[in-house]
């Protein structure tokens, strides 16, 4: 369901949706150990992003992030 270095994530306020999280490059977001913040597409604000690991999520988490993309991807 996810493309490399796409990741499922979760805003400080629940938000689910993915993101392009590329290790150890970073160019619209600061980097915060593993939490970056970033814009939150869903709640359209800035927040604090955690990425989640898809097999610990539920179908309907995946869903839900996987129905929201910040960047569109050709
Ligand atoms: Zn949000």
Known sequence: MFQRFERPVRCADGHLFTTIW???????????????????????????????????????EQAAAAAVHDVRVP
Request: net charge positive; charged share 20%; with cysteine.
């Open 22 to 60: 590329v290790p150890l490059a970073s160019l619209k977001a600061v980097r915060l150990g593993r939490r970056r913040y970033q814009r939150c597409p869903v709640g359209h604000h800035w927040a604090l992003v955690s990425p989640l690991d898809p097999a610990a999520m539920t179908v309907e």
